[in-house]
Structures are given as structure tokens and as C-alpha cells.
């Protein structure tokens, strides 16, 4: 269990103020503020998300920095390799993996002045800085008639280096890729100062590009990327495709993709998310399964969640259809109506039945809103987490089984598979469990009571989150797709890596001789 | 105890040759650890051939690792499209076998064709070949590197992952040196007819040009071919996918037509551009820029087209040599990659400020090698 040390908004200490007067004679942007200190303690893991309900700050930086650009980034973590200082490069702290938490203190560095763009609508290429948000990189190349194609649910809040940082994916990735296939060269700064860039190619020897995307801040910190851009699509066709089971709606999905059609958004639900996907499905939804999925407030809530072995029973005893997502982009109607008639002819050898455009409009019109329900969960006294995973066809449904199985006695499990390749997919739970004593509960009660409360909460979520990594490797699966790992996952890299991990080790000594890194991530 | 006599105690078969270099042939990939954490313990030069690659010598002093006895392809499976092959395999082998499961590797460069799975991962292309969309993508699902002291190192067969730098992309392109790839998850596409299309236009430089435009609009052909003539130029390009090959091709007959080139209606079109180029060919991964300054003499054939370039086999007419293809190539910015005896060092890790990097992860990975 992380100790809770320290209260939110508590002093700066000494160490802090000697670091803000140093930085300060750099021409560095710094701040001892205790709200800034607080503010760069943690990022949106939901672990993180039970400290803040119990007001505790176990952890946070010394001092935030704001550097104005690489050179600035590369005085900062100069002066704190010669100090042995830790530095963590902070992005929009909508991580989900804890990987920005400061475990050692030191240098917050806040990348978010770091926003310069720069357009080659001719080589399809951007140029950005890593603190530029993903919607305004966005609303800047749309404006020029380019996208970059890459649409993750934090795009109002993430930045182009932590996307690189944790190798993001969007919810358009069968058509445009992950964000380290967008990646064309970077421009960072190692453990020791020195500023590296990254060749476009050709290059000789291995490829530092990819060496560096989804190091989380532990081998360099990323200050610049040249991104593939691609012409803004003039059309987009999207549909609903109802199966009689996950597994033919599988069977569906895979015959899209060996056809050779490449779709933006091909997205697979579960049969209780396809109930609430679906038109006038909700009165066969059992009402302690809508409670939770939909958010219920208060005991109604909390009762339900204190029996998830009840409601994994529930979920398995629902219809099993199951809908498809499926969506197409291009430069006419026309092309993409040619490509969605293909893919719909496939999908009905599978038994998948057309609904329309309804539920496909639907899940656009969604998709960045189910995580701006998760602190109301908290607040009431749930934790929600997702677990996005990943492997080849011929292991998805072991591995589905195999989590819904491992945490069915401490969660409720709703699953789709929300990033498909012709050799596998990625599956992504959401997981709701039972933390502890609602926000307002807390509030009322003493300090004490909070970290018993917290205590319990973490043990419980902890549990979860164990029993879920554990069955993730038991499939032979990777434990992340696209959220990267941070402190929620690292004790599952070994098991990841194997002998990997020596090779992981050898680069941090080569990047980071000092150990300064964003410590205590990816176990370096 | 001898070198020859520790290396052949890994099991390996051992012969020398001039200048104390050993040729070492493991039978098995455990032989294959013990053999190279002999070699790295002892500092020495390492290299690797596998089957189907030119014949090397040993290096001085030092050991050529012969991987010609690794070339087992363990499993192919056509529903999950990925193969499980030792790095000794030939390419062409592999693709015998993906054919057999209703598969392919899709196009490659004649040289990569010719080699081992292993050179083809550790070389300078990294396995890279072209995907729908114009991307291009490592072939390598997931790679098991035999580290210094002889364990294996194996990441796990995921389409993606986030946990941590890809580890693979130490073996991809390292040409054996930080780690040497046993075996490989090789990603295979469906096996399906091809839809193609032949042009006539200016010249080379407009023909690229075009083919650059294809590429940008996302209409990349899985492979092109490029002939000058005494009018002009004339390309031929093809796509493959069992739904979208002809859906592509007219969609970049379109664009071709915009940009004024003339379609030729001629039989025989996906014939013509898998026909192979009567010179010596000289083959370059290359820019779009570097390909237009090359020459507008000549052929060129294309694999891994995607939006910022491609791989290229490039043939002057019959009377030039090779070196005077590769001259052309350099001059525009292009990296020689085959034939071996050509190959350009291209710049490394020191051009990208990761020099220093770069030395102290030979120390930290035990890989360190004495100086002949």
C-alpha cells in the first residue's frame, strides 16, 4: 500500500525552494505554489482518483518547471543529472497508469509551453511539440485541410508527447495506425542532457524512433515529433452490424480486414454494452446491471457492486448478440459507399444483420464521454478502471474469458474489442468494482477515517487489478495496447518481458546513466 | 580448453578458416545461445549468415555465426495470418510455406527474397514491407534475440503493445550486433489475386512523381515498375487485397489520369510489372526526392511504397554498371542496401546525437568487441 504522507496544498520543502531559486538563475519558469505541486502529483489513474477522494497526496514534486523549449528541457535535466534530481515530464496528465507520479519528488517538468507546429502540407508531414494538446494539433491541421487521424478518448486533455510517451492508440487505428506508426522522427532529450534527433530514414542501425516511443519518460524526455499527416477525408459512412454472438461478430470483423479493407472505426461490444448500444434495449438489462453501467448514485450503487459474482451471472445469462461498430473514410460518398457495401456483404456471411446508421452515429456522438462519468463512480464509492490488452485471433477468446473469470468476484466486466488488425485485436475492459465510503461520507469524517477508508478501497481495487494482470498473462497476452504501463502495470513486466527486462535495464543505462528519469516506471 | 574446442562444446559444428576466424553452425537455438555467449564473453567479432544469404568469410580472429541449420518454419496459420519460422529459414522457403496456407509475405526486394528470414530482420529494411493506406510495417510480430549471454529474449505475439520501448526494434535492423535473432513471429497477408495497371507519362521523374501522388492520396500499390523508353516513361503499378485491389487500382487510375498520364490498355498488365529487370540492379531505400534525381535512364522497381518513399531496385540500361547506378543513387540521397558489397554504412546513432547512447548500450548489453 502507498502511505498517505502528506496533505494536499502542504508546504513546499527546502529541497523544493533550493531547486526554484537554481532553475530561477537558468531562466526557467518555476514554481514552489502548493496548488502546482499538487496539481503535477498525479495524473487520471484511478488509483490516484482514491487518493484524491481521500484527500491524500502521497506523493508529489519538489518543484514545477515550465520550459519554453529543447534547450531549455535539455538546461533542466543537465543541472539535475549533476544533482542526481529526479526529473518527470508531465504532459495533460490524462494517463491512466499513475506514470507521471512523482515517487522520488524532484522536477516536475510540465511540457505544456512546448506547442510549436509546423505544417508540410506538400510531404505530409507536422511537425509538433510535445506539449501541443491533441485537439488543437487536430483543429490546426484540419484547418489546413489535413488530419493526423489519430482520435484517442483524451484528446482534450492529452499532448503529442505523452501520446508518444505511453504509444497511444485512437479509435481510428485500423485505418491510420497507432501513434508510433504516425511517428516519423523525434526530437528528445536523454538522462544526461543532450539533445538527440531522431532520423526520418534511411538510417543504419537499430531504430531509435521506435527505442524511445513508449518509454513513459524514463529514457529521454520527448520535446518534438514529426507526425504523418494525411488529406482530411471528404466522407465517412457508418453503420451498425447486429451478431447473433461475439464470436460471429469476430468471424465478421476478421473477414473485413482479410478482405483487405482497411475500416477507421471497427469496434466489437460485448452483449450488455450492446444493450445499452441499442434502441429500446434497456428494460431487458437487469436493473442491478443498470445501476452500475449506468451510474447509479449512492447505496443503489454500492449495493449492487457488493455482489459482482451476481452481477457477472447476470451479464452472462443476457442475449448474447452482439454489435459492430464499422466505419469508412475517404474522398467520396461514393468510395466509401463501395467499401461499406463490401464489408457488409462479408458481414452478413457471418450472420451479421445492417442496423442502419443509427447506432454507428451513436457511438460517434459518445465516444469521448465515458470518462467524464468516472469521477461521479468514485465519488459515490466505486472504482472504474479500463484494461485495454492484446493478442492474436486465435487467443481473444481465451483471453476474455479468462479476465471475466479472474475478476468476477471483485468487479463487474464489460469488454469490446476496440482495435483490430489481420493478426489480432486489442480488448478493452472496463472494469467497476466497490471502493469504499462515498466522497460526501468522507468529507464528513476524520483523517483517520479517510486513510482506513482509502486503505480498504486500494486492497480491494488492488485485488482486482491483480487477479485481471494475472489472467491477462496466463492468456499469453501483452497486459497494455495503448495505455502504456506506468505504476498500474510495471509488476506484471517480467512476466512481459522475461529476459526483455535486461535488455529494458541496459537501455536505461544508456539513456539515463543517472537513474533521473521519471523513476520508479516500467520497474526502472 | 581452445576457442574451436569451448565452441564446439555448444554443439555447434565448428570450422576454421583463414585468418583464425571460425564458421559456427548451431543445430539448435539453445546451441545458438551457448555459441554466442562464448563469442561475446570473449570479446570477438561476430557475424551471422543464414540460408540463402551470400556466402561471407569468417571475420578475422572472429566468428560467422551460420544459421543455415535454423530454418525451420515451426507453424503457419492462415486465419491469424503469422508464421513461426527460426531466422535461418530462406525467405523464399517461408513463402513457400505461407503460399501452402493460403498466405504471402507480399512483394519484397529481390535481394530480401534471396536471403534468410534473419538478414531480412536484422538488415537494413528491418523487415519492413508495405501495408494498406501507404504505410509501411516490421513483418516482425514478435522476435526472439539471443542476448550476451546466451538466453533468449522473446517479446509476445500482440498486434500492438504498450508496455515500454519495443524491445524487438534492438534485434530489427542491428545486423546481429546488440542481439542475435533466433526466431520470429512473421506477419503474412491473405493470398489474393492482384489488379494492375499500366500508364505512359514525361518521363521517370513524372512517373515517380505519380506514383508519389498515389501514394499521399493513401493509394500505395503493393508494388511498381518503372520503365524510361524513347518517348517518355512508362509505369506499371499493382495492388493487392481480395476487395480492394481493383477497387484501388481504378480509384488511382483517376488520379494517374488527373495528373495527365495516358492509360495503356495493353494484355498482360500484372505480367509486366512482376517481370524482372534485364541489368544489374543496384536496390535503395529511398525518398521520393532521392528516386525523381536518380536517373531518367533505366528501370526502377518499387516495394514498400509508402507516403514518404520506398524501396527500390534500380537498373541503368544494360551497359552501365551497377556502380554507376548506386553512384546516381547516392548523389540523390538515396542508401544503397543491396548488392551486400555496395551497402552504405548510412548514418547512425552518432548523426542523431545518440552517440554517446549508443556506446555505453554496447557496455551495458555485454556486446562489446575487440578490435581486430
Known sequence: MIRATARPLASPSARGKALARELSALHIAVSCDPPDLWAMSRDSWPRALLWSKARVTPHRPDVVAWPADAAQVAAVVGFAAEREVPVVPFGGGSGICGGVVPVRGGIALDMKKLTALQIDLSARTAEAGAGLLGQRLEELLNAQGATLGHFPPSMYRATVGGWLATRSAGQLSTRYGKIEDMVLALEAVDGTGALLRTLEGPFAGPDLTQLLVGSEGTLAVLTSARLRIWPRPRAQWLRGLRFPTPRAGVDGLQAVLRSGLRPAVARLFDPLDTLFAGKGGLPAIPQPLRRVAEGARGEALRLALRAPLVLNRLVEALPRASLLVLGFEGESEEDCAEEGRAALELCAAAAGEDLGPDPGERWLLRRYRERHRQPALFSAGAFVDTLDVATTWDRVAALEQGVRRAVSSHALAIAHVSHAYLEGCSVEFTLIGLAGAPAAEIARGSPDDAEADLEEAEARYDACWKAALDAVAEAGATVSHHHGVGMARQLALPREHGEGMRQLRALKKAFDPRGILNPGKLLL | ?372
Open chain 2, 1 to 372: 580448453m581452445s576457442l574451436r574446442e569451448q565452441l564446439a562444446a555448444s554443439g555447434a559444428a565448428v570450422v576454421e578458416e583463414a585468418q583464425g576466424g571460425y564458421r559456427v553452425t548451431p543445430p539448435s537455438v539453445a546451441s545458438l545461445g551457448r555459441a554466442v555467449a562464448m563469442v561475446r564473453a570473449g570479446k570477438l567479432l561476430l557475424q551471422v549468415r543464414g540460408s540463402g544469404d551470400a556466402p561471407v568469410p569468417a571475420p578475422a580472429n572472429g566468428v560467422l555465426l551460420d544459421l543455415g541449420s535454423l530454418d525451420r518454419v515451426a507453424a503457419v496459420d492462415g486465419g491469424t495470418c503469422l508464421a513461426r519460422v527460426e531466422a535461418g529459414c530462406s525467405v523464399a522457403a517461408l513463402e513457400a510455406a505461407a503460399r501452402r496456407a493460403g498466405c504471402t509475405l507480399g512483394p519484397l526486394l529481390p535481394s530480401v527474397r534471396a536471403g534468410s528470414v534473419g538478414a531480412w530482420l536484422a538488415g537494413p529494411t528491418r523487415g519492413e514491407r508495405g501495408i494498406a493506406g501507404s504505410r509501411r510495417e516490421t513483418a516482425a510480430l514478435g522476435v526472439a534475440a539471443v542476448l550476451a549471454d546466451g538466453r533468449v529474449a522473446e517479446s509476445r505475439p500482440a498486434p500492438r503493445s504498450a508496455t515500454g520501448p519495443d524491445l524487438d526494434h534492438l534485434a530489427l535492423g542491428g545486423g546481429g550486433r546488440l542481439c542475435v535473432i533466433a526466431a520470429a513471429w512473421i506477419r503474412l497477408f491473405p493470398f489474393a489475386p492482384a489488379a494492375a495497371a499500366w500508364w505512359t507519362c514525361a518521363d521517370l521523374a513524372a512517373a515517380i512523381g505519380a506514383l508519389e501522388q498515389l501514394c499521399r492520396d493513401r493509394l500505395a500499390p503493393a508494388r511498381a515498375r518503372l520503365v524510361a523508353t524513347a518517348e517518355g516513361a512508362r509505369f506499371g503499378a499493382s495492388w493487392e487485397g481480395l476487395e480492394t485491389a481493383p477497387m484501388e487500382r481504378d480509384r488511382a487510375a483517376r488520379t494517374v489520369s488527373r495528373l495527365g498520364c495516358g492509360a495503356e490498355t495493353a494484355p498482360g498488365a500484372l505480367h509486366r510489372v512482376r517481370e524482372p529487370p534485364a541489368g544489374h540492379a543496384v536496390e535503395v531505400d529511398a525518398r521520393w526526392a532521392s528516386l525523381r534525381g536518380w536517373s531518367q535512364q533505366g528501370e526502377i522497381q518499387l516495394y514498400g511504397l509508402h507516403a514518404g518513399g520506398a524501396h527500390a531496385a534500380l537498373t541503368l540500361p544494360e551497359e552501365a554498371a551497377a556502380d554507376a547506378s548506386a553512384a546516381l543513387a547516392r548523389a540523390a540521397g538515396g542508401r544503397v542496401i543491396a548488392p551486400r558489397r555496395m551497402r552504405d554504412a548510412g548514418p547512425g546513432w552518432d548523426a542523431m546525437g545518440a552517440g554517446a547512447a549508443w556506446r555505453r548500450l554496447i557496455e551495458a548489453l555485454g556486446v562489446e568487441e575487440a578490435a581486430p
